[in-house]
């Protein structure tokens, strides 16, 4: 038994010259521990002796599907069967692997042809191998379902059988290694269930919160509900006294060294009972500062300061204020938008074991470099005795990416010395110590010309940020249409603000997408026009616009202008149609490189209740849409995780410096009822390469819906959430 | 104090506090971990187990309550008839995403089908409301409830 993994494993390895990437010595990344002398390795494939495959996949999953996805883009162009594979969760070794984090709809683009190329250059270096061994030409070769065939002389191998001899061929240059053309995809554009759903389905434990270590202990954890507060006094010895009880750690959950809070955490047999025993902690924190901060005192500054002058400019072309006053027409309202919560099902938790200088995670994290360096940071150890072991994560949506959990278990673990221990939050302290999306408000003049053109856009956006620079996921760029036009000013003003923010699904797009996607409507009812005939006509020539660095992004209007006219041709849109409680919406939103237009039907019940009958989906996500059946599920979740920001009730508020929200009662998820009947999607194909699919559908549907409800009651929506109150 | 408790068909022993929910007696006291921890307050639907055959929030069910009664878990429900029909249609429509809910959901679904083997679209909602999907797979949750009770096409509610 326990024969070491290179005794039974064929393995195949190579190294590289110069320049970051490789190829794999499966062994090292699968199997051992991270970064053991390997420098340079990149491992993702192992070949079992029965001619079966493992394929490491590398990056966190959080239900965007990579787990799957990764692993089929090296299956196809290593030229196995699908069947043939396993897969692996690899360890997080960023030294190792490059891109390891689930963000920004970044995986794609990012690995769609590296990892094809680790696959290619596996196949050719067991094609070379085989080629020597029958003194055969190379071309004379071909492969299939894991073998090496050599048709003229009815030969072939399995992979297996060369693997040894493969790695002792040089790696090739992965920048040359040839692929496949789509022609010859097998794997690619099949759908692929998951990797994961069958033990999903059987309740195998996947998650971080299944985590099971020997002689594990739990910890809960009491913080400082008011970001930024300190500790003055608690009861450790009233706790510690409780049956269960092992230790009493004062900690800080430093999201971010300027405004962790102090936090105590406590250790116990159960977390049930760590849990419980919070109720004897009797703290007192030092919060006074933190406490005056609150929603309505935001609200306030925010309504003083945005009809000032901005204190700051994000987009200045033109000359705005010139174009507006020769405006022929102009139109201005007011936007804003809550703090919103991440609510993860799954909620934040994780589990470490420190001992003799070194700590070993088991991390539901979408990020795990960053989450290496904060730990090294604070226990002042290298990172090098830091392993993270990822887990699956139950919702990510951007919540992860922030590695508090390994900060505040780090913490814990260190004061338990030798004794793995899980942290779990409760659902109010998951609320309650998120970093939120940040609120919002903006202040929009347009003007229109003689014929209804677009000549002049003017926003004042009021945030949330310190010297001149906004907080995390605060910021806005050149949002659409300020590419598009000459005379465009984004002005900015900062609040001060005690609030943890970060990155929620489609940050910033979430908020900007509503906001200017309906102002746009009102801008386009203002020119007698709907609003996909207004962009048309705003967007004007198909043309490529280049970027303008620190202003705008690039942008092309032959895309958007395909998925508007694809959606409008999928819904029949005739233009503005609605009344009687009946609307129907439209929006288009341009963002992490998805090009989305969406139209929905919703009604709006006597009582002002919405609900979206029905939603149409037009995205351009570039040529390939590599495993459908997981592409349309990213859809069909985006725009229903939208109908809740839209309508199911969801704001954070602040009250005396602390988020307000404590479960699902008053922090609502949309749940089955609020789902459509059908959400229509369909993938406009364009000559660009594959990108990211978890974020880019959800932006527009949320303007879709406000302007649908415009269209069915005439009510302009321009504050979220929308509540019946705004209706009847 | 020790207890017993009927689990998956078998009889097991665990000492714990009787006010300690099942849903932590089951993850600590008997690494049963697929039942799921949400929200602790019967509001998401996570921690669905089956007891005596009737769908129940584990994380608000004191283990007291459940001495002396049958106890039914994610790990087992795919012996069922139902739970097995819908087991099939769920990894058959790839239901999950992070699949987080999932064994909540399957836990009702299948209480549910258990009671009306062919539910109205209307019904499938009602029965599925109180389990939250923050992923949002509700569109393929009733897609998968009405395959496994072998209605092709939605009826009407
Ligand atoms: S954890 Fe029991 S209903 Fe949410
Ligand atoms: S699949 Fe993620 S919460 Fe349901």
Redesign the interface.
């Known amino acids: 038994m326990n024969a070491p993994l290179l005794d039974r494993r064929a393995i195949l390895k190579a190294s590289l010259v110069g320049g970051a990437a490789l190829v794999f010595d499966a062994k090292v990344a699968l199997a051992a521990t991270p970064g053991a002398k390997a420098t340079t390795l990149n491992a993702h494939i192992r070949i079992n002796p029965d001619n079966s495959f493992v394929i490491g996949a590398q990056n966190p999953?959080?239900?965007?599907?990579i787990k799957t996805m990764l692993p089929m883009l090296i299956a196809e162009e290593l030229d196995i069967d699908w069947a043939q594979v396993q897969i692996e969760q690899t360890i997080a070794n960023e030294k190792v692997y490059n891109g390891q984090f689930a963000g920004g709809s970044f995986a794609t683009p990012t690995h769609f042809l590296p990892m094809r190329r680790i696959g290619a250059a596996a196949r050719q270096m067991l094609v070379k191998a085989a080629a020597a061994k029958w003194s055969v030409p190379e071309d004379s070769l071909t492969t299939g379902s894991g073998k090496v065939i050599h048709a003229a002389s009815k030969r072939s191998a399995t992979y297996a059988s060369l693997a040894v001899d493969a790695a002792k061929v040089p790696v090739p240059d992965l920048a040359k290694v040839p692929l496949k053309t789509p022609a010859q995809y097998k794997i690619i554009g099949k759908s692929k269930?998951?990797v994961?759903?069958?033990a999903?389905?059987?309740?195998?434990?996947?998650?971080g919160?299944?985590v099971?270590q020997p002689g594990m202990v739990?910890a809960a954890v009491e913080a400082c509900p008011a970001y930024g507060g300190t500790v003055g006094s608690f009861d450790a010895d009233g706790v510690k006294k409780l049956p269960g009880v092992i230790a009493v750690v004062p900690i800080n959950t430093s999201y971010d060294p300027k405004i962790g809070n102090d936090a105590i955490a406590i250790v116990a047999t159960?977390?049930?009972?760590a849990n419980e025993a919070r109720k004897a902690l009797k703290p007192v924190w030092n919060d006074a500062e933190a406490r005056q901060y609150s929603t309505a005192g935001f609200a306030s500054a925010a309504a003083a300061q945005i009809d000032k002058a901005p204190q700051g400019d994000l987009v200045k072309k033109g000359d705005a204020e010139k174009a507006l006053a020769g405006a022929a027409k102009t139109v201005t309202a007011k936007y804003d938008y809550p703090f919103l919560a991440h609510?993860?099902?799954?909620?934040q938790n994780c589990t470490a074991l420190f001992q003799d200088g070194k700590i070993e995670f088991w991390a539901p994290t979408q990020n795990p470099a960053p989450g290496r360096a904060l730990v090294a940071q604070m226990l002042g150890i290298p990172a090098e005795a830091i392993t993270i072991h990822m887990t699956?994560?139950?919702?990510?949506?951007g919540r992860r990416l922030s590695n508090d959990y390994m900060a505040i278990v780090a913490q814990i673990a260190k004061g338990v010395p030798g004794k793995p221990v899980k942290m779990?939050f409760?659902?109010t302290d998951d609320l309650r110590h998120d970093v939120f999306r940040p609120a919002g408000w903006h202040s929009f003049t347009a003007g229109l010309d003689a014929q209804g053109r677009l000549v002049g856009l003017k926003d004042h956006f009021v945030t949330f940020g310190e010297g001149g620079k906004p907080g995390t996921g605060a910021g806005m760029s050149g949002e659409f249409p300020a590419a598009l036009i000459g005379d465009v000013h984004y002005g900015v003003s900062y609040l001060k603000s005690n609030v943890p923010t970060g990155y929620l699904r489609a940050p910033t797009s979430n908020a900007m997408s509503f906001v200017f996607q309906s102002f746009l409507d009102e801008v386009a009812l203002a020119a007698d026009l709907d609003l996909a005939e207004f962009l048309r006509r705003t967007m004007g020539e198909g043309r490529f616009i280049e970027p303008v660095k620190g202003v705008t992004g690039e942008f092309d209007t032959r895309r958007a202008r395909a998925v508007i006219d694809k959606v409008c041709a999928m819904a029949g849109w005739k233009g503005r149609e609605g009344g009687n409680g009946k609307g129907r919406g439209f929006a288009f939103y341009y963002s992490h490189r998805g090009y989305f237009a969406e139209v929905v039907d919703v009604t709006v019940n006597s009582g002002g209740a919405v609900h979206v009958d029905k939603v149409w989906v037009a995205g351009d996500v570039g040529n390939q849409i590599i495993n459908p059946?997981?592409a349309l599920?990213?859809v069909?979740?985006a725009?229903?995780?939208g109908i809740?920001q839209a309508t199911a009730g969801q704001k954070i508020e602040i009250v005396n410096g602390s988020g307000n929200r404590t479960?699902?009662?008053d922090y609502p998820?949309?749940?089955?009822?609020?789902?459509p009947a059908?959400?229509v999607v369909e993938f406009v194909p364009s000559d660009n390469p594959p990108t990211g699919l978890g974020e880019p559908a959800l932006p527009p549907v949320i303007p879709a819906i406000a302007n649908a409800i415009f269209a069915a009651t005439g009510k302009r929506i321009r504050s979220l959430p929308i509540v019946p109150a705004q209706l009847v | 104090m020790t207890t017993t408790l009927s689990v998956n068909g078998q009889m097991r022993q665990v000492d714990s506090?009787p006010a300690?929910?099942l849903l932590?007696v089951l993850r600590?006291d008997l690494?049963?971990?697929?039942?799921?921890?949400?929200?602790?307050?019967a509001?998401?639907g996570?921690c669905t187990v089956h007891i005596d055959g009737k769908a129940t929030r584990s994380c608000v069910t004191p283990v007291s309550a459940a001495v002396g009664k049958k106890i039914t878990?994610?790990?087992a429900?795919?012996a069922t008839p139902a739970g097995k029909k819908v087991?099939e249609a769920?990894?058959?429509l790839?239901?999950?995403?992070?699949?987080?809910?999932?064994?909540g959901q399957?836990m009702t679904a299948t209480a549910l089908l258990t009671d009306k083997p062919k539910p109205t679209d209307g019904e499938?909602?009602a029965a599925?409301?109180?389990?939250?999907?923050?992923?949002?797979?509700?569109?393929?949750?009733?897609a998968a409830i009405r395959q496994a009770a072998g209605l092709n096409e939605g009826t009407a509610a």
């Open positions: 999953e959080i239900g965007q599907g269930i998951g994961d759903t069958p999903i389905v059987a309740g195998k434990p996947l998650y919160i299944d099971v739990y159960s977390w049930w009972v609510a993860t099902l799954e909620p699956r994560i139950g919702g990510g949506f779990i409760t659902r059946i997981n599920h990213q069909q979740g725009v229903i995780d809740g479960n699902f009662h998820l949309p749940r089955i009822t609020a789902a059908e959400i | 506090d300690k929910p932590w600590e690494n049963l971990l697929g039942t799921k921890f949400g929200c602790g307050m509001l998401c996570a878990t994610i790990e429900v795919a087991s769920w990894t058959a790839d239901v999950p995403q992070c699949g987080y809910c999932q064994a399957i499938i909602d599925m409301t109180g389990n939250i999907c923050r992923c949002a797979t509700y569109v393929r949750i009733r």
